[in-house]
């Protein structure tokens, strides 16, 4: 197949939202396609839009739609030809979503750990600390290491959760070192051990969407694709999907390739964190594992925890 040419008259439109984290990682991703297929500065451009999930910043996102906020517009803009792609962090994709889009190519990835910040490890926040997330991921993990922590809400963009903490709004919160890292913010916050918080599905990939029906764009992204991190991200993914997995489950999830194999380590929490199952699996790509590995912990897990996934 040959690539179509995008030229000044016809450039390539890349749909991001207009966050300085998706700004910058849309930027990658441009800059990649550019060096890629040595496309001229105005062969590529970016189409910035505001997603519903950036306009409502003062619930958590699982109360008002979930992760769809993030992605929806952009899945609109897609379908109505108003961009070519979209860039999105895998994070905030949908485990399930209707087979016309296709995530056709990921970034390498980057940092997967959560850095705290507010305080130098977890063993350092101050008793009965107030801890800001609106993860059940991050609330769970916290309090399983702290018990003793008070969990608030806390959304908006990466800024505006730094600045929460120094208003004192909270006295800490969980980010994502990749996004830090994006922003520049490479020395913002404690590394967390993945032992102690092991990521979200997907943590530090961008993917690229498009439309199922453009095959024409095949050869444009695969020319970009890091294949390992599309082989972890999927079987992470895989995992969330079997374990029954949404945005108000808090389960963990981090694969890498090795070799011709996949291994991956998983988690699912109650909400307090107070029951953790988790587990690891070594298996051939393509394999069931995540499957299998669903099934383990499931089987392992007290009614209650099984509850919080039954779906
Ligand atoms: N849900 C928000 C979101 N989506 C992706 C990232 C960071 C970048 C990444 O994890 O890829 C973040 C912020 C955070 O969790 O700190």
Request: proline share 5%.
């Amino acid at each position: 197949m040959t690539c179509p040419i995008f030229t000044v008259e016809r450039p390539l439109r890349i749909g991001t939202r207009r966050s300085p984290l998706a700004l910058a990682q849309a930027e990658m991703a441009m800059a990649a396609v550019k060096r890629a297929h040595n496309l001229p500065d105005d062969a590529v451009k970016l189409v910035p839009m505001l997603a519903t999930g950036d306009k409502i910043q003062d619930r958590p996102l699982a109360d008002i739609g979930g992760k769809a906020l993030w992605t929806k517009e952009l899945e609109r803009a897609l379908i109505e030809d108003q961009i070519d792609i979209a860039v999105h962090s895998m994070k905030d994709v949908e485990t399930w979503r209707p087979d016309i889009f296709v995530i056709s190519a990921m970034l390498p990835r980057a940092d997967v750990h959560d850095r705290l910040i507010g305080a130098a490890s977890l063993g350092d926040l101050k008793q009965d600390a107030r801890v800001g997330t609106s993860s059940p991921r991050r609330a769970a993990q916290v309090q399983r290491a702290r018990p003793d922590v008070q969990i608030v809400p806390l959304r908006g963009n990466v800024a505006t959760r730094l600045a929460h903490i120094d208003t004192g709004d909270a006295d800490a919160t969980l980010l994502a070192a990749a996004g830090l890292d994006r922003l520049g913010m490479a020395d913002v916050g404690a590394e967390l051990s993945l032992d102690a918080f092991l990521p979200a599905a997907s943590q530090g990939a961008v993917g690229i969407d498009r439309l199922a029906s453009r095959a024409d764009l095949i050869p444009i992204l695969e020319a970009i694709n890091d294949a390992d991190t599309f082989a972890a991200v999927d079987a992470e993914r895989a995992f969330l999907a079997a374990v029954g997995g949404n945005c108000h489950s808090p389960v963990a999830a981090l694969a890498r390739v090795e070799g011709t194999q996949i291994r991956l380590r998983a988690e699912i929490f109650t909400a307090d964190g107070s029951e953790l199952q988790s587990g690891e699996c070594l298996y051939d790509m393509g394999g069931d594992g995540p499957a299998q590995l669903a099934q383990e912990l499931l089987g392992k897990a007290s009614a209650e925890l099984r509850g919080i996934f039954a779906s």
